[in-house]
């Protein structure tokens, strides 16, 4: 009974972690997705309320996050040649998204995510840089 229900909660567990609920690429992810050479590509816009004894700031992001980009993982580290594609995928989305008015951001936030494993085993690198829009 006891290898029941643990065989149970493995196969409840495993069907969980394989869910698969995502979104459509848009155009701009398909495209960053074949240039970098990358698994997946996400693009959000986050606008985030902090507020801190009665005093409200807000954060007005976009984020994109690119995981297993090959393009720029194997070169991370030239630090010159990391800046430069970091500095092309900031220039590219803000000239993608420079007439649409229901994307105002302040800042571009770009995640250069490294993962390695599998399921549980999983362990992740990141890479974050940030960048001030440019009007």
Known sequence: MR???L????LVILLVQCKDDTIPP???EKFL???YQSDKVVLTHNKVKTTTDGLSTY???LLIELY???AIIETKFNSRILNNNCEEISNFLQDSIKFSTELDYLDLKIKIIDQKGFFVFKSEEVLERIYRRKY
């Open 7 to 10: 065989f149970l909660f493995t």
């Open 68 to 70: 297993n980009p090959k």
């Open 3 to 5: 290898q029941i229900v």
């Open 33 to 35: 997705a074949n240039r």
């Open 26 to 28: 848009t155009e701009i």
């Open 59 to 61: 954060e007005n992001f």
